[in-house]
């Protein structure tokens, strides 16, 4: 799971980010680490929260409901159907905040970048317009973010068989040497039980069994 958290967490802040000060911000060169370090910064801080509540809310869904999801696998469902009640519950808890902040933001709360930015002398609207594109970029991270690691959480307690695996939820810490080496043996696995599969395969029908 770490990879995998670490690869949602990566590419939902520099892509959001990028697309965000090049576009939005008008900026042209958006790598410059007055524009690039606080924009990610800023992005990183309140999607991490976000993504911890929503793979928390999943694991411990599938530990809750981990036998309504076996009825369902039994019955033919796919791993998608069978855990669509729990991604549905995760996402909506992990981008709670973000709605509940976005629809008072502005009326009845004024943001601590719009208020530093007036109390510095720049003018209103300009800070009205940077913050309208902080808090749409947050919002843009923290669902990309969200629906990826909840994506890859069901993606990794119900296998290509559809069979619920929570044996595979470690309690141990996390260590990046290790998850990367089950990434790899992993991979190396599905590769070879592929080639086996196809090599125990028998003739098609089609194919006659003597040429003639």
């Known amino acids: ?7 949602s967490t990566a590419f939902s802040t520099i892509f959001i980010g ?3 000060t090049r576009y939005a911000m008008n900026q042209q060169q958006f790598w410059l680490p007055e524009l690039f370090i606080p924009t990610i910064g800023l992005l990183l801080g309140i999607t991490a929260g976000a993504m911890a509540v929503g793979l928390s809310t999943c694991l411990t869904k599938v530990g809750q409901q981990a036998e309504q999801i076996e009825t369902y696998l039994s019955f033919g469902a796919s791993r998608w159907e069978a855990g669509r009640a729990v991604a549905i519950e995760a996402i909506r ?3 709670l905040p973000s709605i509940n902040s976005m629809s008072v933001i ?3 709360t004024i943001p ?3 208020t530093g930015q007036i109390l510095g002398g720049a ?8 913050q309208q594109i902080v808090t749409f970029m947050v919002s843009a991270t923290t669902s990309l973010g969200v629906l990826s690691v909840v994506f890859f959480c069901i993606h990794h307690m119900i296998d290509t068989k559809h069979r619920l695996r929570p044996e595979r939820v470690h309690k141990y810490k996390a260590n990046l040497f290790r998850d990367i080496k089950f990434l790899f043996v992993s991979v190396w696995k599905e590769l070879f039980s592929k080639k086996d599969q196809e090599r125990k395969r028998g003739p098609d029908e089609n194919t006659p069994l003597i040429n003639h």
């Open 123 to 130: 003018p209103i609207m300009n800070a009205v317009r940077y």
């Open 1 to 7: 799971m770490f990879p995998s958290v670490l690869l």
């Open 106 to 108: 502005g009326l009845i």
């Open 93 to 95: 808890l992990a981008m």
């Open 18 to 20: 990028i697309l965000g």
């Open 112 to 114: 601590g970048a719009m």
